[in-house]
Each structure stands twice: as C-alpha cells, then as structure tokens.
C-alpha cells in the first residue's frame, strides 16, 4: 500500500513539474478586441494571473442594445510568425448598450457591460500536451465602460481576461488510475478478512 501511494505521489509531483516548464517565452496574443484596435502580447512564460487594460473611443451609437463580439487569442511562442502557435481559441459574448442621447451640449452618457466564454479552442499538431497550460480553456472575458460625456463622447471600456483552472486530461487519467488500484487492494484486503 505505501509504495502504491508513493508511486501515485511521485508520478503526480513530476507530470505537474514537467507541465509547468517551458523551454522558451510564451505569450497569448488577442488579435481580434472589440471596441479598440489594441492587440496586448501578454507573457505567460510564468504563469497567467489575468490581464486587464482600458480603452476610450468615441460612441455613436444611442438607445439600448445587444451585440455580439468575439476575441481571437493565440497561445505560443515568441515568435508567431516563424512558426504555427500552439494553441488558438475564441472567446464570445454578448455586450449590452444603454447609450442616452446627447443632451443639449451634445453630451451622451450611458454603460455597456458583457461577458464571454470560449466557444473554440484548437490545439496544433505543434503542440506537445504538456505544452498547453491546464488555465488555458478555462479563459473568460469580463467588459464594463462608462460614457465620459465631453465633446468627443468617449466610451471608457475596462477589459479583463481572467484564466480559471481546469484540470489536465493526464492528471486526471493518473488521478483515476490511483483511485482504481487503493479501491482494488481495499476490495481486496475485505475479502481477505471475511
């Protein structure tokens, strides 16, 4: 039974070291934001905590409404355009306007807020299985602005990509294999004893 246990601890301590190493920078690069045409590369050589920025453009649009939107994010190394990213996902939603129309001054006010969730997520044959983070289909996006008023009517939108774990396939299949042999040797030692 300790060397069971032993070997199960053992085989889970080196696939969770050997899923966290990476030989070279990674980064997820958002190609594709709605409201701005801004493109953050963010590192993820070290892990992914979340990463937020702000954008501000002007708004035309006035009364309340849905659209949709998508982010296009890709997972690899430095260097994209040398090669095939590892990993390149879609995260979608929904973004609720309620834009007033502009006061006498020409001021509007008003909010939008949405969330999105994966919706596509392609691993390339490049990739090695333990070269894909366990965060990495777990990505949300979280978008909150306000309307500024002033002349130029500026929409002040907070983007945040947040990452929440789930658990790698390999893990798991190990995990499940660990499970197996304690209830088999416990099924086992009952038998004995009856």
Partial sequence: MRRTSLLLIGTLFST????????????????????????PRIDVSNGFTGFSYMTGNPVYATGQFDTPFSFHITYGPQDIGAQTPYASLDLTGNLHWEISESDSNGRKGGSISGSGVLSYLRIFPTADSLEIPSWLPGLTVEISGIVTGGMQNLLETTVTITPHETPEPTSLAVFGVGLGVLAFRAVRRSRRSA
């Fill in 16 to 39: 969770a070291i050997a899923s966290e190493a990476k030989a070279e920078p990674m980064y997820l690069n958002v190609w594709q934001s709605p409201l701005s045409n801004y493109h």
